[in-house]
């Protein structure tokens, strides 16, 4: 007999003893169509505290085993019995939660507020939930309200201040922050949260040293992990190194400290200490093969090809299936030449392994490395002759070797067998419009990408093509500002979108405007030669010429003028025209 049927009996008896409640009898025949918040109206004189406490003991026993609507049905019963009982009311709305019933949750937290307007646990939760409820300011009243009775609660300063970085106040949010650090320097999370502040205002010194004050309060791994991360962010390597050597000596079997104290070894260009730990790392984990992988990527990656080798056919002899250690095998003979071994090594490579498509890839990869274009085409025919495993991949990568041979109508053939075999998906058609805007059939790639968007209205990519066509030929402007703007929605943090952006306010006439934004473009996307141009272009129409300039400047540093000529030559006469 469990614990929870050992109460209910007590409570049987209690109830026998004391008469029982004054609606006996009236429970339903059914308890999972139980009555509703909404719908109780107890009765003055419905005040038994044995039948409440019966009933709530009957919703956190089927509560405790998953019957959510009994557990409901059994508090709300007990709220008819004491409609005082707010901790009753508590575990109903948590219940309601868990449901995701939030609206009928802040009812009854609202009731237990208004019966213990001093519990500050009741009024946070209440807090909580119009937070949650997207309103803001009443949740913040809240909070002002507690800390004007209790001014030192640090954990209502602390969720008052995450409620003003929701709502962008972030200046607020700061001074609540440093302020109670200052009066409780004990309090680790103070110090915590200050320091993700910090580092939000782009304030690192600031960040690290609130960082190092919370880890003086309390150390954890986790928390020191943290710490390791944004030392490295810094460029303070050796305070990083130091801090995960710590993690290491304080408990040898972590392995995500060994982990990342063999990254930053690497990222130090400290290869042999990275592997000495990996190796290190061996001896604590389970996943031995998987470790060993590592180390061999590491090995092709710094040119130890011998050994990656001697590591990696170790490692195929003890599975022969492993794919990934198959496919890193191949990539290190591919390297030193020896390609027969590579090409036999991805011909054992069956459709319906694990690394199929990439094996057929390299495959034709090593046939056209080899001056062998005809035979990349035959591996990638042979390849689209089984209809159970035809990749995208495979389609497009024909297609551009037509396109290569100069054969570019053979390509748009292959594209029109993918529509067939594939059929006419958004992926087959946009990879279709990029072919034919490789192969200068620009309206024509336009006429995919819209077929596109008919298929699905919000790919990004594909908005952002089409309005950036529009933008570049100066057409459709106001269209092509919609659709940029909805794939920017879509897709905020990407610099090529907001590129367009930039672009389709220059081509307005908003010349600040596409300032802002082909700016926010070379931030995310800084060796973009494209963006440069751009913003030198709109810099000009501001008269600001010598930021113009250093933009045609970082332009032409990062394009290759063999590669792209006329680019080249186009923005190297505009940085003539502004030295003039």
Same mark, same amino acid.
């Given at each position: 007999?469990?614990?929870?049927?050992?109460?209910?009996?007590?409570?049987?008896?209690?109830?026998?003893?004391?008469?029982?409640?004054?609606?006996?009898?009236?429970?339903?025949?059914?308890? =999972?169509?139980?009555?509703?918040?909404?719908? *109780?109206?107890?009765?003055?004189e419905?005040?038994?505290?044995?039948?409440?406490?019966y009933?709530?003991?009957?919703?956190?026993?089927?509560e405790?085993d998953?019957s959510?609507?009994?557990?409901?049905?059994?508090?709300?019963q007990?709220?008819?019995?004491?409609?005082?009982?707010?901790?009753?009311?508590?575990? *109903?709305?948590m219940?309601?939660? @868990?449901? +995701?019933k939030?609206?009928?949750?802040?009812?009854?937290?609202?009731?237990?507020?208004?019966?213990r307007?001093?519990d500050?646990? =009741?009024?946070?939760? *209440?807090?909580?939930?119009?937070?949650?409820? +997207?309103?803001p300011e009443?949740?913040?009243?809240?909070?002002?309200?507690?800390?004007?009775?209790?001014?030192g609660?640090?954990?209502?300063?602390?969720?008052?201040?995450?409620?003003?970085v929701?709502?962008?106040?972030?200046?607020?949010?700061?001074?609540?922050?440093?302020?109670?650090?200052?009066?409780?320097?004990?309090?680790? %999370?103070?110090h915590?949260?200050?320091?993700?502040?910090?580092?939000?205002?782009?304030?690192?010194?600031?960040a690290?040293? =609130?960082?190092e004050?919370?880890?003086a309060?309390?150390?954890?791994?986790?928390?020191?992990r943290?710490?390791? +991360?944004?030392?490295?962010?810094? +460029?303070?390597?050796?305070?990083?190194?130091?801090?995960?050597q710590?993690?290491?000596?304080?408990?040898?079997?972590?392995?995500?400290?060994?982990?990342?104290?063999?990254?930053?070894?690497?990222?130090?260009?400290?290869?042999?200490?990275?592997?000495?730990?990996?190796?290190?790392?061996?001896?604590?984990?389970?996943?031995?093969?998987?470790?060993?992988?590592? /180390?061999?990527?590491?090995?092709?990656?710094?040119?130890?090809?011998?050994?990656a080798?001697?590591l990696?056919?170790?490692?195929l002899?003890?599975?022969?299936r492993?794919?990934a250690?198959?496919?890193?095998?191949?990539?290190?003979?591919?390297? %030193?030449?020896? /390609?027969?071994?590579?090409?036999a090594?991805?011909?054992? /490579?069956?459709?319906?392994?694990?690394?199929y498509?990439?094996?057929?890839?390299?495959?034709?990869?090593?046939?056209?490395?080899?001056?062998?274009?005809?035979?990349?085409?035959?591996?990638?025919?042979?390849?689209?002759?089984?209809p159970?495993h035809r990749?995208?991949s495979?389609?497009?990568?024909?297609?551009?070797?037509?396109a290569?041979?100069?054969?570019?109508?053979?390509?748009?053939l292959v594209f029109d067998?993918?529509?067939?075999?594939l059929? @006419?998906?958004?992926?087959?058609?946009?990879e279709?419009?990029?072919?034919?805007?490789?192969?200068?059939?620009?309206?024509?790639?336009?006429?995919?990408?819209?077929?596109?968007?008919?298929l699905?209205?919000?790919d990004?990519?594909?908005?952002?093509?089409?309005g950036?066509?529009?933008?570049?030929?100066?057409?459709?402007?106001?269209?092509?500002?919609?659709?940029?703007?909805?794939?920017?929605?879509i897709?905020?943090?990407?610099?090529a979108?907001r590129?367009?952006?930039?672009?389709?306010y220059?081509?307005?006439?908003?010349?600040?405007?596409?300032?802002?934004?082909?700016?926010q473009?070379?931030?995310?996307?800084?060796?973009?030669?494209?963006?440069?141009?751009?913003?030198g272009?709109?810099?000009?129409?501001?008269?600001?010429?010598t930021?113009?300039?250093?933009?045609?400047?970082?332009?032409?540093?990062?394009?290759?003028p063999?590669?792209?000529?006329e680019?080249?030559?186009?923005?190297?006469?505009k940085?003539?025209?502004?030295?003039?």
């Amino acid at each position: 007999m469990t614990r929870y049927n050992l109460t209910l009996i007590v409570l049987l008896l209690l109830l026998a003893a004391t008469g029982g409640c004054a609606w006996r009898g009236a429970q339903p025949a059914d308890p =999972s169509t139980p009555r509703f918040a909404a719908e *109780l109206e107890p009765y003055e004189e419905a005040v038994s505290p044995a039948c409440a406490y019966y009933h709530f003991a009957w919703g956190k026993s089927a509560e405790l085993d998953g019957s959510l609507e009994e557990a409901r049905y059994a508090y709300e019963q007990a709220l008819l019995c004491d409609r005082e009982a707010d901790y009753v009311m508590r575990s *109903l709305a948590m219940l309601l939660l @868990r449901q +995701g019933k939030r609206a009928e949750a802040l009812i009854w937290v609202q009731r237990m507020v208004e019966l213990r307007p001093e519990d500050t646990a =009741s009024r946070g939760l *209440l807090a909580n939930l119009y937070s949650a409820a +997207g309103e803001p300011e009443r949740a913040a009243a809240i909070y002002r309200d507690i800390l004007a009775e209790d001014p030192g609660n640090p954990n209502i300063t602390l969720l008052l201040a995450a409620l003003y970085v929701e709502g962008e106040r972030l200046g607020v949010a700061r001074e609540l922050l440093e302020e109670l650090t200052v009066n409780q320097p004990g309090f680790m %999370m103070g110090h915590y949260y200050l320091a993700r502040l910090y580092r939000d205002f782009g304030e690192m010194d600031a960040a690290l040293a =609130s960082y190092e004050r919370a880890l003086a309060v309390s150390w954890s791994p986790a928390l020191a992990r943290e710490l390791a +991360g944004a030392y490295e962010l810094a +460029g303070r390597y050796e305070e990083s190194l130091r801090l995960y050597q710590q993690m290491v000596a304080e408990d040898p079997t972590d392995e995500r400290a060994r982990g990342l104290l063999a990254n930053l070894y690497l990222r130090m260009n400290r290869v042999d200490d990275a592997l000495a730990e990996l190796a290190e790392l061996r001896h604590y984990i389970t996943d031995v093969g998987n470790v060993d992988l590592t /180390i061999a990527r590491i090995l092709v990656d710094e040119g130890r090809l011998e050994e990656a080798v001697a590591l990696l056919r170790s490692l195929l002899s003890e599975e022969p299936r492993l794919d990934a250690v198959r496919s890193l095998l191949v990539l290190a003979y591919y390297r %030193m030449e020896r /390609i027969g071994e590579a090409r036999a090594l991805l011909e054992e /490579i069956r459709p319906g392994d694990a690394g199929y498509e990439e094996a057929v890839l390299m495959l034709a990869r090593i046939y056209h490395g080899q001056d062998d274009p005809a035979g990349a085409m035959a591996v990638l025919t042979r390849a689209l002759a089984d209809p159970d495993h035809r990749y995208l991949s495979f389609y497009v990568t024909l297609a551009l070797l037509h396109a290569e041979w100069q054969d570019a109508g053979q390509g748009m053939l292959v594209f029109d067998r993918a529509l067939r075999e594939l059929g @006419r998906t958004v992926k087959v058609l946009f990879e279709y419009a990029l072919y034919l805007e490789k192969i200068g059939h620009s309206d024509a790639a336009l006429a995919k990408m819209q077929e596109v968007l008919t298929l699905d209205p919000h790919d990004p990519f594909a908005l952002n093509y089409v309005g950036y066509t529009w933008a570049d030929r100066n057409e459709n402007l106001e269209k092509a500002r919609e659709y940029i703007e909805e794939a920017i929605r879509i897709k905020p943090e990407d610099g090529a979108i907001r590129d367009s952006l930039g672009w389709v306010y220059f081509r307005l006439g908003d010349y600040r405007r596409a300032v802002e934004e082909l700016e926010q473009a070379a931030q995310i996307l800084p060796d973009d030669p494209v963006i440069h141009d751009h913003l030198g272009d709109a810099y000009r129409k501001l008269g600001r010429i010598t930021e113009a300039a250093a933009a045609y400047d970082r332009a032409l540093e990062l394009l290759d003028p063999e590669e792209d000529r006329e680019r080249w030559l186009v923005i190297e006469e505009k940085r003539k025209e502004l030295a003039r």
